[in-house]
């Protein structure tokens, strides 16, 4: 009964499996996001893992992770100082115009700011993924996500009311940043994935150890 139960094969086992995988990637990401500085590659190398892991079944979960951020470090960091100085920014401004529009043309000033702020955060919902799959320069990386979300405008609309769940629930009730970011990621990459694929070469999930061995014995046989 025991030996059932604690089968990595069981379906228990495995959805506790993916319960501790988001835990502890949303955690990983909660601790480098805290320094700011490194935001930028935690966030390219959560929605990598996130999407390795549970779409295509990797088994390297945190040394994949570390990887991604270590190969998106020189152009994840000022991406990511880059999307904080606009956030302020856009945030700043959204008090100012909030303070003036104490007439009917002022709310309307302000829910016309509100669109182009979610179309912001929209944009910056799919930088990172972007990062993370694609190996481009700064520039190359911010005008090749623009063209995207441009061309893909409802999905980038979605992303962005993601977005302002998942920053609402961690904000309001600080409980879920423990599993949040991680199934955020997996959620966006529902919308995300679509848009790359055509630019990507097709990925499979890798082999398991008893697939390789089984290989490596039919090359010797033969």
Same mark, same amino acid.
């Given at each position: 009964? $025991?030996?059932?139960?604690?089968? @990595? ?20 990401? !909660? $601790?480098?996001? %805290? ?8 966030? *390219?190398? #959560?929605?990598?893992? *996130? ?21 998106? +470090? ?23 115009? /909030? /303070? ?30 972007? !990062? ?5 320069? !700064? *520039? ?12 893909? #405008?409802?999905?980038?609309? +979605? ?17 879920? %940043? ?6 955020? *990621? +997996?959620?966006?990459?529902? $919308? ?5 694929? @055509?630019?990507? @070469? ?6 398991? @150890? ?13």
């Amino acid at each position: 009964m $025991f030996g059932k139960l604690f089968n @990595p094969e069981n379906g228990l086992m495995i959805t506790m499996g993916w319960i501790t995988d988001c835990l502890f990637l949303s955690l990983l990401w !909660l $601790f480098f996001s %805290v320094f700011l500085i490194p935001l930028g590659p935690a966030s *390219a190398a #959560l929605y990598d893992t *996130a999407v390795h892991t549970f779409w295509y079944k990797e088994e390297v979960v945190y040394r994949r992770f570390f990887r991604s951020f270590q190969k998106n +470090l020189k152009i994840g960091i000022p991406a990511g100082l880059i999307c904080l100085v606009v956030g302020w920014l856009g945030y700043v401004a959204w008090n100012r115009i /909030a /303070a003036f529009s104490a007439n009917s043309a002022g709310y309307m000033l302000l829910w016309g700011y509100f669109v182009i702020l979610l179309l912001i955060l929209g944009i910056i919902t799919f930088l990172f993924p972007l !990062l993370s799959r694609f190996e481009t320069g !700064l *520039a190359g990386l911010f005008k090749n996500c623009v063209f995207l979300c441009m061309l893909h #405008l409802p999905r980038t609309m +979605l992303l962005s009311f993601l977005s302002v769940v998942t920053i609402w629930l961690c904000l309001w009730l600080w409980w879920p %940043v423990i599993f949040m970011p991680c199934l955020s *990621a +997996l959620i966006a990459s529902v $919308f995300i994935e679509p848009v790359l694929k @055509p630019y990507m @070469p097709e990925e499979t999930a890798p082999a398991k @150890p008893e697939e390789e061995q089984d290989s490596h014995s039919e090359e010797e046989d033969l």
